[in-house]
């Protein structure tokens, strides 16, 4: 039994009624079984080619039951080499104490303490509406992820009756499957920088692109209460979201965020294990779809302009303007740039260029005395960007923007619209809409056992 066979999971059904509906005794001490089917008749394989060892290893299960009435009462937690190999891609516990009557059982693998002490606190119809508070890396470690029951087993336990202590009465067998509550994302790009349609907007330079995974949920739910329960989610509208909750990145160009390389012109590599950047992200739904509670991805890349606008000023009132001077701004310098009608296109000017002069220019095109043009008016047009810095965000256009455990988002940026923004961080002016064309992308998803998600993204400001 290697670690990369434990993911392949796959469902089974039971039949959790007692033989010949005859009543089941209540709370009387028998015996049950944990089957975990690690193929099924599909995936004789257990293989996973999208995972890693990290990824697929369960160092141990604990399996949480509870009663008729959903109060907990008892936990078991066995070692994954204490699993009897029964054949046929199936491994077995040994005979679990247990009561007998209609149960409640999820069972998690590789969980942190504080996962365990909230399953053992609540009962299980509270535990669709409890939210745990646990950072990405909690659940991503760098030996194990942490993994849960998809549903609840909802069996009948019946008395054992049967002298034979290694025989478990079939409707005492609970099958489970299990999900990795993280989801993995990968950014790459296949096209070159160089290639037809590939740079839109602006001439210039993209360089030393790199993404970075923003506002990951903290507070999520470990299971939705059964198959037919709707999912929720602790945040379910901006209105209840509340940033405590959520891992956020505040300076997205202090040293302490690392940036995952995006190497343009480079094709992703199943056989290599995968060969772009990865990066982890906690489940996150959201109802409203509005920005500001999404989990975003933000890439970001030193954007240089072609060409910009030299000022000559005489100090004496007279300001004159040459346009397109190729050159004009040097690499990793801050430039501002002015975006409005009247200009014709981008026009980027050195960061030395005082607001007063902007407004000459803004006055120039407007044909317009320079008094005209208000504060107001170049706040709305100039955007200054920071050492050259300018940043675009990626949404999941699947299930608009929600982020779903256990699946493996694989986004191939097609071409990038410069200038971006000048930060990542949420705009104040576009936090309550829901999510767009302007900050979204395209997908095709296709469903393997890391709930494989591939689409292109167009990355736009």
């Known amino acids: 039994m290697t670690a990369t066979a434990v993911m392949g999971l796959a469902s089974c059904s039971n039949d959790n009624d007692p033989a010949g509906g005859q009543e089941v005794p209540q709370g009387k001490a028998t015996g049950m079984q944990l089957v975990l089917d690690l193929g099924g008749a599909a995936t004789r394989a257990i293989k996973d080619e999208n995972a890693d060892d990290t990824e697929t290893t369960i160092e141990n299960l604990n399996i949480f039951i509870y009663g008729a009435n959903g109060v907990f009462e008892k936990e078991h937690q066995i070692a994954f080499g204490d699993l009897t190999d029964a054949g ?16 409640t059982i999820y069972v998690g693998a590789n969980m942190t303490a504080a996962m365990i002490q909230t399953m053992k606190a609540t009962p299980a119809n509270g535990l669709s509406g409890k939210g745990v508070d646990e950072v990405v890396a909690n659940i991503t470690t760098p030996d194990k992820f942490v993994m849960f029951s998809t549903v609840g087993a909802t069996p009948t336990l019946v008395e054992d009756t049967d002298a034979d202590v290694n025989v478990t009465p079939t409707e005492n067998q609970v099958t489970v499957t299990l999900q990795r509550l993280a989801a993995k994302i990968a950014v790459g790009m296949t096209a070159n920088l160089a290639d037809a349609n590939v740079q839109q907007g602006a001439a210039g330079t993209i360089e030393d692109l790199g993404y970075v995974v923003d506002n990951i949920n903290k507070m999520y739910y470990l299971t939705y209460g059964g198959a037919a329960a709707a999912a929720k989610d602790a945040n379910m509208t901006v209105g209840q979201y509340q940033e405590a909750d959520f891992e956020l990145i505040t300076d997205f160009t202090a040293a302490a965020v690392t940036y995952n390389v995006i190497d343009p012109g480079v094709a992703y590599i199943k056989a290599n294990g995968g060969n772009w950047g990865v990066d982890y992200a906690s489940e996150n739904l959201t109802q409203d779809k509005m920005i500001k509670g999404v989990t975003r991805i933000v890439v970001k890349g030193k954007f240089t302009p072609a060409a910009g606008v030299e000022v000559t000023d005489d100090g004496a009132g007279n300001i ?10 040097a690499a990793n310098t801050t430039y501002h740039l002015l975006d409005f009608p009247e200009a014709g296109g981008y026009a980027f000017f050195p960061e030395a260029t005082t607001d007063a002069q902007l407004k000459e220019f803004m006055a120039q095109k407007k044909g317009v005395a320079a008094a005209e043009v208000t504060d107001v008016m170049l706040e709305e047009a100039k955007k200054t960007y920071t050492n050259g810095l300018n940043y ?70």
Do not use: C, M
């Open 88 to 103: 046929d891609n199936k491994y077995k516990t040994k005979e679990l104490v247990a009561t007998t009557g209609a149960k």
């Open 392 to 461: 675009w965000w990626v949404t999941v256009k699947d299930n608009q923007g929600d982020v779903l455990r256990n699946h493996f988002y694989k986004v191939d940026v097609t071409s990038i619209w410069a200038p971006g923004r000048t930060d990542g961080k949420f705009d104040p002016d576009k936090d309550d809409k829901p999510i767009d064309k302007e900050t979204n992308i395209t997908v095709e998803v296709t469903v393997e056992p890391w709930n494989f998600v591939e689409f292109n993204a167009d990355l736009r400001p």
């Open 320 to 329: 004159t303007f040459q346009e397109n001077v190729a050159g004009h701004i």
